[in-house]
Structure formats: C-alpha cells, structure tokens
C-alpha cells in the first residue's frame, strides 16, 4: 500500500450512482476514475458460472489471462481489457448478479485486488465499488459510502435502461436489486458495508450535483483538491 498515490473510494449497493459520480468527481479533480464493478463483471461474463466448480488454482489461472488499464481522465477515463474497450455487454442485470455470486470466491477477489491496487500505484484515482474504503484501500486519502432505497435504486435502473432504449419492468428490477443487497451485504468474504471512517451520504432525495457538492466541499475543507492535481 505504501506505493499507492493518491485514491479516492466511492462505496455503495447497485444502482445507487456511484459510476456516474466517480467519472463526474473525477473530471472535476482532473484524474482517472477506476469502475472496479466494471471489472468484476468483465471476469465473470469472461469466467461464467462454470468459475463456481472450479479449483482456486484453476480461477487463478483464468484470472491471470486478464490485464486491465487505463486510458484518459475524468468522464473520459477508458477501461481496457486484454487491449479491448470494455463495453455495454458488461451492464445487464444478469451479468451483475453473476458478478455478486463469483465475488465469493476468494482467489478471484485476490487476483483482482491486486490489479486495482497495481493500477494505482502509477496514478491517481477515484475508485468506486463495494469494499474499496474497507479491503482494497484501507489508507486511502477520502472514503464515501452512497445509499439509497431499492426501490429509488430500481427507479433510476429503469429510466437509464428507456433512455438506452431497453425498458424493463420495475417490480423485477427492483426484486433483482433486493437479492443483490443480500448478497453483497451477507456474503463472507469482504461483504458491503461502509468504512469505519467513510462520509455517508444518503442519495434518495438528492440529485448527481447535490451529491457531487457534497462531496467536493467535504475534500475542498480537508485541503484534498489542489493536493491531487
């Protein structure tokens, strides 16, 4: 950890926007933002459910195929695998349960644990997942945890799904991101919870900017603005 550089982590369940917050947070700061979701759900859409049988050796082996990087700041931070472009085929709900069962096992979290902490070590970041302030970045310079209902959640889920043109049912959306929750915040292993010394904010009643605002003032007060550019 000692060589890790400047990182900022951004907690919280499914669909409470900690992606768009980390890519707005990010521009604002001038720095890359890592979507470590977004690598979870690259292993296992790469693993698939077969990841489950298999022996630690055997997803360690997998997993060592994988490399990630980074390309641009801000918004326009990039996610690479193997020299691919992370795509949309990654965003489904499917692929996100998926992604919640194989976060499970413990050689995957290791192997990806230390690609995210590898990344760091040669730029500054905002990072956004589940256990980032309390596994991967324990010492890290600010810690956020966002929440929100799951039926908020769910309701955000579903107008981002029509905007794409993908409309999908709310009752199941919102049912999809209740057996996330229990997952994510019963399993084992690293489960979802905020960061003894995390700021909390609870997103049902405010928008992106609100948040945002919130956020920089926090890092503005503490001196973290001009010490990360």
Do not use: W
Request: hydrophobic content about 40%.
């Amino acid at each position: 950890m000692a060589s890790t550089t400047y990182v900022i982590t951004i907690d919280g369940p499914a669909g409470v926007g900690k992606t768009t917050l980390a890519r707005r947070l990010a521009e604002t700061l001038d720095i890359s933002y890592l979507d470590t979701g977004a690598m979870f759900r690259t292993l296992a859409l790469k693993l698939g459910l077969a990841a489950e049988s298999m022996t630690e050796e055997a997803i360690a082996k997998a997993c060592a195929e994988y490399h990630f990087h980074l390309k641009g700041h801000g918004e326009r931070t990039q996610l690479f695998v193997n020299e691919r472009l992370v795509g949309s085929e990654i965003r489904t709900e499917e692929v996100g349960m998926l992604a919640s069962r194989l976060a499970r096992l413990a050689p995957l979290r290791k192997a990806l644990a230390e690609m995210q902490r590898k990344l760091a070590e040669t730029q500054p970041l905002v990072v956004e997942g589940r256990d980032m302030g309390t596994v991967i970045f324990p010492h890290a310079r600010f810690k956020f945890f966002l929440d929100a209902s799951p039926e908020i959640r769910a309701l955000r889920r579903m107008r981002d799904a029509e905007n794409h043109d993908q409309p999908t049912d709310l009752a199941r959306l919102t049912e999809q991101i209740r057996q996330r929750d229990v997952q994510d915040r019963t399993r084992a292993i690293a489960p979802l919870k905020a960061a003894d010394d995390a700021i909390c904010i609870d997103t049902s009643d405010l928008d992106i900017s609100q948040v945002l605002g919130l956020m920089l003032r926090h890092i503005d007060a503490s001196g973290g603005t001009a010490r990360c550019r």
